[in-house]
């Protein structure tokens, strides 16, 4: 359950609402200020968006983790405003954000990594962020992570949260994170705001080579509308409270990122099965590939695919589709060898096989769209190398919701 929800040990969350959300597409939760303290000094990695228009959060970030990557204390996160295309004044308000969140903490500016969500090309209202933060840097906030995943909201329609532990050498090792994002969702880097936690001892070059391998299989690995945010930010904090060191190259750092990836996943899929207007999600696997570069190439156009997505949408198991978007990815692939099925692996339904029509019940396949999730298998004849991609169906709300956004 979400109030049960906790961050890895050495961390602790809070919350407030200072009137940055002014869209009606945000309505969701009023709260519009996170914060999320390391209660020392601690590690830090991130990946951000591959957009060349980068909001200045962004900017600030990938400059502050350059410089001080081993003792980050914070995350000041806003929604509402996403400081983007907000030129020197931007990159002003949000060294100004981390300013005042050291203040309130008492330690260095550069200790404070700053993220933002929201409608672009508006300046930020620092009046009101900075009561916002000297409320969240005090026990007056509403305290808690739950209360920071609904902060950073804005076309959510849930908070996405996810936490596990593992036995990593002699001792249990807690990843914990959560993160928001609904629209604007397609891999190159991580698609959203994400804060994850740990309390494995990991030096900020490990940690980083540890997020790259976790969100290649995750964040990566989903789309929503084919659209890249100008905020999207993937930030792991490692406290080392546990004891557990993790170096690179060893066991233990294979077996952290397992488990940092079995998160990462879990808070993936729920973004994707949270996209704008979404009823379902929709999981592609594409097998019989030469490599992964291969395969993800092709599942990947077909998680864009607008006629896919509708099809879903309207329950049609309109095969065509799926075909359509595969042969214009750009992948070599050869028709004569594919092979495509609906439904999970205990029940599917093979509907092409080898480049040809299969015999089937149309009304099976049609109902097997209509469950949530929707799967979709392609095998491409060709190798041995697979991947999975996440994605929804498209319906009106979507059009609603991004029609009206900043109105």
């Given at each position: 359950?979400?109030?049960?929800?906790?961050?890895?040990?050495?961390?602790?969350?809070?919350?407030?609402?200072?009137?940055?959300?002014?869209?009606?597409?945000?309505?969701?939760?009023?709260?519009?200020?996170?914060?999320?303290?390391?209660?020392?000094?601690?590690?830090?990695?991130?990946?951000?968006?591959?957009?060349?228009?980068?909001?200045?959060?962004?900017?600030?970030?990938?400059?502050?983790?350059?410089?001080?990557?081993?003792?980050?204390?914070?995350?000041?996160?806003?929604?509402?405003?996403?400081?983007?295309?907000?030129?020197?004044?931007?990159?002003?308000?949000?060294?100004?954000?981390?300013?005042?969140?050291?203040?309130?903490?008492?330690?260095?500016?550069?200790?404070?990594?700053?993220?933002?969500?929201?409608?672009?090309?508006?300046?930020?209202?620092?009046?009101?962020?900075?009561?916002?933060?000297?409320?969240?840097?005090?026990?007056?906030?509403?305290?808690?992570?739950?209360?920071?995943?609904?902060?950073?909201?804005?076309?959510?329609?849930?908070?996405?949260?996810?936490?596990?532990?593992?036995?990593?050498?002699?001792?249990?090792v807690t990843v914990s994170g959560f993160c928001k994002g609904?629209?604007?969702?397609?891999?190159?880097?991580?698609?959203?705001?994400?804060?994850?936690?740990?309390?494995?001892?990991?030096?900020?070059?490990?940690?980083?080579?540890?997020?790259?391998?976790?969100?290649?299989?995750?964040?990566?690995?989903?789309?929503?509308?084919?659209?890249?945010?100008?905020?999207?930010?993937?930030?792991?904090?490692?406290?080392?409270?546990?004891?557990?060191?993790?170096?690179?190259?060893?066991?233990?750092?294979?077996?952290?990122?397992?488990?940092?990836?079995?998160?990462?996943?879990?808070?993936?899929?729920?973004?994707?099965?949270?996209?704008?207007?979404?009823?379902?999600?929709?999981?592609?696997?594409?097998?019989?590939a030469e490599d992964v570069a291969q395969a993800h190439t092709?599942?990947?156009?077909?998680?864009?695919?607008?006629?896919?997505?509708?099809?879903?949408?309207?329950?049609?198991?309109?095969?065509?589709?799926?075909?359509?978007?595969?042969?214009?990815?750009?992948?070599?692939i050869d028709p004569n060898r594919l092979t495509l099925a609906?439904?999970?692996?205990?029940?599917?339904?093979?509907?092409?096989?080898?480049?040809?029509?299969?015999?089937?019940?149309?009304?099976?396949?049609?109902?097997?769209?209509?469950?949530?999730?929707?799967?979709?298998?392609?095998?491409?004849?060709?190798?041995?190398?697979?991947?999975?991609?996440?994605?929804?169906?498209?319906?009106?709300?979507?059009?609603?919701?991004?029609?009206?956004?900043?109105?």
């Open positions: 359950m979400l109030e049960s929800f906790t961050l890895a040990p050495g961390f602790r969350a809070a919350a407030t609402a200072c009137g940055l959300k002014t869209s009606s597409a945000m309505a969701a939760s009023s709260l519009d200020l996170a914060l999320v303290t390391a209660e020392a000094p601690c590690s830090a990695a991130g990946l951000f968006t591959s957009n060349r228009v980068k909001a200045a959060p962004v900017l600030y970030d990938q400059e502050t983790l350059a410089q001080n990557a081993g003792a980050i204390r914070a995350v000041i996160t806003n929604a509402g405003n996403a400081n983007a295309v907000t030129g020197e004044q931007g990159l002003a308000d949000a060294r100004q954000m981390a300013a005042l969140t050291a203040y309130g903490l008492r330690c260095q500016p550069d200790q404070v990594l700053v993220l933002s969500t929201g409608v672009i090309g508006r300046p930020m209202a620092m009046d009101k962020v900075t009561q916002g933060i000297a409320v969240v840097t005090s026990p007056a906030a509403e305290q808690g992570a739950a209360v920071a995943a609904r902060a950073i909201m804005t076309t959510d329609t849930r908070p996405k949260t996810a936490m596990g532990s593992a036995t990593i050498g002699s001792a249990q609904a629209g604007m969702i397609h891999p190159d880097m991580a698609t959203m705001l994400a804060i994850v936690t740990t309390d494995a001892q990991v030096a900020p070059d490990v940690l980083h080579s540890a997020l790259k391998a976790a969100a290649d299989v995750s964040f990566n690995r989903i789309s929503v509308d084919g659209d890249t945010s100008t905020n999207d930010t993937l930030l792991l904090l490692a406290s080392g409270v546990s004891g557990v060191a993790i170096g690179a190259g060893s066991a233990e750092f294979a077996q952290f990122v397992a488990l940092l990836s079995e998160i990462c996943t879990s808070l993936a899929k729920q973004v994707a099965r949270d996209g704008e207007g979404a009823t379902r999600l929709i999981e592609i696997v594409v097998s019989g092709v599942a990947n156009t077909i998680a864009i695919s607008p006629l896919l997505k509708t099809a879903v949408h309207g329950g049609d198991p309109n095969w065509g589709r799926v075909l359509m978007a595969a042969g214009r990815s750009g992948a070599a609906f439904g999970p692996p205990e029940r599917e339904i093979i509907v092409l096989r080898d480049g040809m029509p299969a015999s089937y019940v149309e009304r099976e396949a049609a109902a097997l769209f209509r469950e949530d999730p929707v799967f979709i298998r392609l095998d491409l004849g060709l190798g041995s190398a697979q991947t999975t991609v996440w994605t929804c169906d498209f319906s009106k709300e979507y059009v609603e919701i991004n029609a009206h956004y900043t109105t």
